[in-house]
């Protein structure tokens, strides 16, 4: 029953019905048809049952056969996947190193350690998903938890789903104003605080981030562009918008997974 292996158990079948009629037309006396004799009828009976079992065995190794393509099909996908995510992680690292170290080279391992634990958190929270999506609020919440002293930051409004391009640039954007502020904004002092408030554009398609910062010293503008403003100005998050108020800065991000 090979055809059944080639063409599917339809085939088998009608090649079952076909080998009985040959053996009938060609073994057995044409003249009186289809014999009753008990022995043939027997026969015939083993025939049929062996070709059943033959088309069995056939199927059953045409569903291993396409399960394991699809699983080979699935490894190479997931190969390739790897490979991409490995190239755009060491980009990302690279990248980090060098803007560190021209931020400021005095304190590059510090710096640089540090971010890379913000993008091992982000990377993490990818892998919880299966590296296609993020929360959004759990993907603040973790950027911000190296810094969450005395509960000086506050979370506010809905959650979302956010594709996996844009986890890790969120989370090292988060992280970059959490460091900021402890160095020179609201975390700095003891009185000082931040909000962070999220929320949802169904019509637009965006999830908005906004951190506001309160009660700390009075905020100047920079005088120059630095790693954070670098990271901040990825496109997958608005760019986002900074506003140096001297009550505190804000930041707005929007995150349009479309941009």
């Given at each position: 029953?090979?055809?059944?292996?080639?063409?599917?158990?339809?085939?088998?079948?009608?090649?079952?019905?076909?080998?009985?009629?040959?053996?009938?037309?060609?073994?057995?006396?044409?003249?009186?048809?289809?014999?009753?004799?008990?022995?043939?009828?027997?026969?015939?009976?083993?025939?049929?049952?062996?070709?059943?079992?033959?088309?069995?065995?056939?199927?059953?190794?045409?569903?291993?056969?396409?399960?394991?393509?699809?699983?080979?099909?699935?490894?190479?996908?997931?190969?390739?996947?790897?490979?991409?995510?490995?190239?755009?992680?060491?980009?990302?690292?690279?990248?980090?190193?060098?803007?560190?170290?021209?931020?400021?080279?005095?304190?590059?391992?510090?710096?640089?350690?540090?971010?890379?634990?913000?993008?091992?958190?982000?990377?993490?929270?990818?892998?919880?998903?299966?590296?296609?999506?993020?929360?959004?609020?759990?993907?603040?919440?973790?950027?911000?938890?190296?810094?969450?002293?005395?509960?000086?930051?506050?979370?506010?409004?809905?959650?979302?789903t956010l594709p996996g391009e844009l986890c890790v640039p969120l989370?090292?954007?988060?992280?970059?104003?959490?460091?900021?502020?402890?160095?020179?904004?609201?975390?700095?002092?003891?009185?000082?605080?931040?909000?962070?408030?999220?929320?949802?554009?169904?019509?637009?398609?965006?999830?908005?981030?906004?951190?506001?910062?309160?009660?700390?010293?009075?905020?100047?503008?920079?005088?120059?562009?630095?790693?954070?403003?670098?990271?901040?100005?990825?496109?997958?998050?608005?760019?986002?918008?900074?506003?140096?108020?001297?009550?505190?800065?804000?930041?707005?991000?929007?995150?349009?997974?479309?941009?």
């Amino acid at each position: 029953c090979s055809s059944d292996l080639l063409a599917g158990w339809r085939a088998g079948l009608v090649s079952i019905f076909v080998s009985m009629a040959v053996v009938n037309l060609v073994f057995l006396r044409p003249q009186i048809g289809f014999t009753t004799d008990w022995q043939t009828v027997s026969m015939m009976g083993l025939f049929v049952l062996s070709c059943v079992m033959l088309i069995a065995i056939a199927q059953t190794l045409r569903a291993t056969v396409a399960q394991l393509q699809d699983a080979t099909d699935r490894a190479e996908y997931l190969n390739q996947e790897l490979m991409h995510r490995v190239r755009n992680t060491l980009t990302v690292v690279n990248s980090l190193a060098a803007l560190t170290f021209k931020s400021d080279p005095a304190n590059f391992m510090t710096g640089f350690t540090k971010r890379m634990g913000a993008l091992a958190g982000g990377l993490d929270l990818l892998s919880r998903h299966g590296g296609k999506s993020c929360d959004l609020r759990e993907t603040v919440e973790e950027a911000c938890q190296p810094f969450m002293l005395d509960h000086r930051i506050s979370f506010a409004g809905p959650s979302c789903t956010l594709p996996g391009e844009l986890c890790v640039p969120l989370v090292l954007a988060v992280h970059e104003l959490c460091t900021n502020s402890v160095k020179y904004g609201a975390l700095s002092v003891s009185g000082g605080r931040v909000n962070v408030e999220l929320s949802t554009d169904e019509a637009s398609n965006e999830a908005l981030v906004v951190w506001q910062e309160i009660d700390g010293p009075q905020v100047q503008p920079p005088t120059r562009q630095g790693l954070g403003s670098t990271l901040l100005a990825h496109p997958l998050l608005g760019p986002s918008r900074l506003s140096f108020d001297p009550q505190g800065l804000r930041c707005e991000m929007r995150l349009n997974p479309e941009r």
